[in-house]
């Protein structure tokens, strides 16, 4: 069942590409894209969440902006990973368009190209950059042009809220927060959540992000630990050496940025209940005091039961509570994907979310047509039960403390910070030279493949869902159903 609600006249954006799903970290890696196709699979078959979107086709971020915060150098780096697909398609444009005006950012991809052609000798590199060092940043066929698309859309759905084109904007793409400057964490290579942000700064004074994620945020808290236009707010798993081992509550963040960071470490088994009473006590005097402007939720999905590394113990309705309560201030609002690795289950929980943004609450079976439906067996239904028997070990007057010095921090904090920056943002949306990707140098099930494509096309998404991008800027390819 598929309940609507009053909130449903909200314009919501949702980025997407057939390419997330296909990359693959490695079979035995925890991280799995292909919970993104499946996701979108399931907003699919829903055909009502569908026809409700106004959808985006994801296009690569260009170099140049993922240099807005990283090193360059790193940047230069990670560019050797380009898929064989994107490497073909640059040096094909490149060599065939001599008399006509090749993008700049197309140029520099070439020249990259070149270079690493020559240069094969790079593996000094990997420990600087901790990319391909460890298991948990491999490298894989096709990494940078993964980070590509996961910043492309982040930065993008900044944009559809920057030029009114969206009130929420969705990139389950996104949401890599563990990646530094100059340096891969925790699965992440390039901080598309950072790039969102500092796009949002151009326009907006303040911006709030909030992190439900199992892990802390760190890298976005790194990113803004020293500035007061941004706060950040992170609800995380905490001790016993549980990855990052950063996010204590006394971390506040330094300089003008003091108090600009919130921190809510939790120890584990922490259910609906206890986790959304505490959730709406520390967000609500975050938004009466900080009055952000915008706000970007990392919607990480292993703070859910069952999750293979978080030992949280949420339901795909609490968590979905936050987004609810999130939207009730009205204020602007992008959500981004992040963790979660029983990979079922957070395709289940971003489509339920999806839902929410467009104010439908949806309550039913895993479509039978679903292309990944037997990835759900033994419960073919959208949500499923948390564990049982689960010892909370959070307990009530820790909750209590944790809020108490929450407030404490928050009186510090004065009343209008930061400067508005008069900065409009270049068109994210131009008209765009689209050209079709070679689906044989692709490694997926064709069967799935073909039988989205057709049910897509049943409800009118455009076959360019396929294609790789030669400007800049995200190409609408539906438009919500009125």
């Avoid at 927060?177 to 969102?196: P, Q, R, T």
């Avoid at 004074?205 to 007061?228: K, M, P, Q, W």
């Avoid at 990944?372 to 073919?380: H, L, P, R, V």
Wanted: charged letters at 20%; one cysteine or more.
């Amino acid at each position: 069942m598929i309940q609507a609600d009053s909130d449903s006249s909200r314009r919501v954006a949702y980025f997407y590409n057939r390419l997330i799903g296909k990359f693959h970290y490695g079979k035995e890696h925890p991280m799995k894209p292909k919970r993104i196709a499946m996701a979108h699979s399931l907003i699919v078959n829903f055909g009502q969440l569908y026809r409700s979107l106004d959808v985006y086709l994801i296009r690569e971020a260009q170099l140049e902006e993922l240099k807005k915060f990283h090193d360059p150098e790193y940047v230069t780096y990670l560019s050797q990973y380009m898929s064989d697909n994107k490497v073909n398609f640059v040096k094909e444009y490149c060599s065939t368009n001599n008399d006509g005006v090749i993008p700049e950012n197309l140029l520099e991809e070439y020249r990259l190209i070149t270079k690493w052609s020559q240069n094969k000798n790079t593996k000094n590199l990997n420990a600087e950059y901790k990319v391909g060092d460890s298991a948990d940043n491999p490298t894989f066929s096709g990494l940078f042009s993964y980070c590509q698309f996961s910043a492309g859309a982040s930065i993008d759905c900044a944009h559809t809220i920057l030029t009114g084109q969206a009130d929420i904007a969705i990139n389950w793409s996104g949401g890599l927060h563990h990646a530094k400057k100059k340096e891969a964490a925790g699965f992440c290579y390039i901080n598309d959540i950072v790039l969102c942000i500092l796009e949002l700064l151009r326009i907006y004074v303040r911006v709030l992000y909030v992190d439900i994620d199992c892990h802390h945020g760190d890298g976005v808290e790194e990113a803004f630990y020293l500035t007061n236009r941004v706060m950040t707010l992170s609800f995380h798993q905490y001790g016993d050496d549980f990855f990052p081992g950063t996010g204590q509550l006394n971390s506040v963040g330094l300089g003008v940025g003091r108090y600009y960071a919130v921190n809510v470490p939790l120890k584990p088994g922490i259910s609906d209940g206890p986790y959304l009473d505490l959730f709406k006590k520390v967000t609500s005097r975050v938004m009466e005091t900080f009055r952000p402007d915008c706000v970007v939720v990392q919607c990480g999905a292993d703070s859910l039961s069952l999750d293979r590394l978080g030992a949280l113990n949420l339901s795909i309705k609490g968590h979905g509570q936050c987004i609810t309560y999130m939207k009730q201030f009205g204020v602007p609002l992008i959500l981004l994907g992040g963790g979660g690795y029983t990979i079922q289950n957070v395709s289940r929980c971003w489509a339920y979310e999806t839902g929410l943004c467009l104010g439908q609450n949806i309550d039913e079976p895993i479509p039978t047509n679903d292309v990944y439906y037997k990835n759900y067996s033994g419960d073919y239904h959208l949500h499923f039960p948390i564990q049982e028997h689960v010892e909370n070990k959070n307990k009530a007057e820790d909750l209590n403390k944790i809020v108490s010095q929450v407030y404490d921090h928050l009186k510090n904090l004065e009343n209008a910070p930061g400067i508005h920056f008069h900065d409009v943002p270049y068109s994210f949306y131009p008209n765009m030279d689209l050209e079709n990707e070679d689906d044989n140098k692709i490694n997926m099930d064709m069967k799935q493949e073909i039988s989205l494509s057709e049910l897509e096309q049943e409800i009118g998404v455009s076959d360019e869902a396929n294609a790789i991008s030669v400007n800049s800027g995200s190409r609408k390819i539906h438009s919500k159903e009125v």
